[in-house]
């Protein structure tokens, strides 16, 4: 009697074992955040390359203004990058930290590197709707990157402005105007990007809860 049912119990042992290894192979393995970021990455800066290899096509970013503010486009590339590999990181609130102040450091550089300006005839509005159609491919990015972690303001901000440094890049090879306008065109553009990219992840339901 007792080896019959040791025999049932390992019958059932075993059919629970079988369905518990079928269910692991039914779901798909995740990810690693790495890979992810790396992807984001890549996507982000070819996406960058490819308004700047339009652009020049259609003769409106000038490879010359190159020499004046490399600076500044050093920063935002770098900002680009570490902006959504920070957004995405589990942890990580130093880099997060560090992200922030060369964000900073990006918009000062800009305005820093525009004096009077020149004068065009071509509206000043221009600017800020350039800037916006040319972030939005890198906006929809940064938002299916953020779903895999908790909608923090922090991760969502950054993401916003790693989104926003592609325009900010096409205005600095394109746009010749001065501080002013660049303060509220270029940077005040990208900071209601920004804000923009933490209002929708907050409305889009994140896949994990990963802090």
Known sequence: MKDDEQSVRSAALERARASALAEL??????????????????????????????????????????????LSLVLLTVVQALGILAAVAPGKPMLRKVVALLSVTAAIAILAGRGSGLATTTPALACSTSHLAVDLVPLGLVLIALRRFSGTLGRSLLAGVAAAATGAIAGELSCGRGWSHVLVHHVGTGLALALGCVLLARLRQPETFAP
Request: hydrophobic share 50%.
């Open 25 to 70: 192979e039914r779901v798909p393995r995740v990810p690693s955040w790495q890979r992810d970021a790396t992807v984001s990455v890549l996507l982000l800066l070819g996406w960058t390359v490819m308004v700047m290899g339009a652009g020049t096509w259609l003769s409106i970013v000038e490879l010359d203004r190159l020499k004046g503010r490399w």
